[in-house]
């Protein structure tokens, strides 16, 4: 199971969220470190609007993804994009 998919069913059960877009940008990253040719998996952006974050703050909503992704972050996930939102909020994308 790739990093992505192993994200996406982790957020989909903490958070039933009502859109869920989980971006491998890995490759966009290349050559920014002497070596690193754009692994997969290391630097990933969350896309996510969930009933679960209404009346969170922002902080909240990152802490609350970011300890579920805890794991992958031991495990090499890089950097990690989170962008939240509670239904009704607007959105960038």
Same mark, same amino acid.
């Given at each position: ?41 290391? %630097? ?33 996930? %890089? ?15």
């Amino acid at each position: 199971m790739s990093l992505s998919t192993r994200i996406e069913a982790k957020l989909r059960e903490a958070f039933s969220p009502q859109r869920l877009s989980v971006i491998d940008e890995s490759a966009q990253h290349a050559g920014h470190q002497p070596g690193f040719a754009g692994a997969e998996g290391t %630097h990933m952006r969350v896309r996510i609007v969930a009933e679960a974050f209404t009346g969170m703050t922002r902080l909240a909503r990152h802490r609350a993804i970011t300890e579920l992704l805890q794991p992958e972050l031991d495990e090499g996930l %890089h950097a990690l994009a989170i962008e939240p939102a509670a239904p009704g909020e607007e959105t960038r994308w």
